[in-house]
Structure formats: structure tokens, C-alpha cells
């Protein structure tokens, strides 16, 4: 088992960035495949960018391809999320969540482990 600690979130203007950190303890980082969700009032939680096992491929939403990138330090045990040019639309608390047996999954049924999410507010 592997537990999951989001931080980095806040309040941010639009236009501004951040940095989420996602530190994993338990078993082997590099075991698990990573990825970034969010979920905002009265939304389904949806995928927002997912990393494999290495680091060495990654995967984005559409709304975000180009404005967040998602990176890993596996001897950190830390998954990352740079999110830049923020809007009132990624305005959620964002979870980070690992996978065993893929990688790049887009529904959150496919994660075996959550944290508890960190919440990022962007005001217009």
C-alpha cells in the first residue's frame, strides 16, 4: 500500500501559477504510475495529466495540454504538477492518485490509492 499527501495548493489570481507536490510513502514509488485529478463543486472528478512508471511518458487532458506539465522524482518519492496561465475553470481540489498494472488511465476507477487532495482557487 502506498499513502498519498497532496500540498502546494491556494488562492491565485488568473493568469498566475502553481506547483502542486504529490509525496508518496509506503511501498516503492517507481512501482506506480501517476496521474492528477480534479474535481470541482458539483462536477464528476475528471483527469487532468497522468506520468509512467519512469517519468519517461506523459499524458494530458485537452483543457490543460500546453499550460500544466506533470513530472516525478522517483528519488524524492514526489509526483509534481506545474500548472501555469490558471483560470477560474481549474478552479478544484486536485487529488494525485497511482496505478499498478498501467499507466495514463482517464477514469478514476483504474487508481488504486488517492490522497486527499489540495484545493486550488483561481478568482477572475
Known amino acids: 500500500q502506498v499513502q498519498l499527501v497532496e500540498s502546494g495548493g491556494g488562492l491565485v489570481q488568473a493568469g498566475a501559477s502553481l506547483k502542486l507536490s504529490c509525496a508518496a510513502s509506503?511501498?516503492?514509488?517507481?512501482?506506480?504510475?501517476m496521474g492528477w485529478f480534479r474535481q470541482a463543486p458539483g462536477k464528476e472528478r475528471e483527469f487532468v495529466a497522468a506520468?509512467?512508471?519512469?517519468?519517461?511518458?506523459?499524458y494530458y487532458a485537452d483543457s490543460v495540454k500546453g499550460r500544466f506539465t506533470i513530472s516525478r522524482d522517483n528519488a524524492k518519492n514526489t509526483v509534481y504538477l506545474r500548472m501555469n496561465s490558471l483560470n477560474f475553470e481549474d478552479t478544484a481540489v486536485y487529488y494525485c492518485?497511482?496505478?499498478?498494472?498501467?499507466?495514463?488511465?482517464?477514469?478514476?476507477?483504474?487508481?488504486?490509492?488517492w490522497g486527499r487532495g489540495t484545493q486550488v482557487t483561481v478568482s477572475s
Open positions: 509506503g511501498r516503492t514509488f517507481s512501482n506506480y504510475a
Open positions: 492518485a497511482a496505478q499498478i498494472w498501467s499507466w495514463g488511465t482517464v477514469t478514476p476507477d483504474g487508481y488504486n490509492y
Open positions: 506520468i509512467s512508471w519512469s517519468g519517461g511518458s506523459t
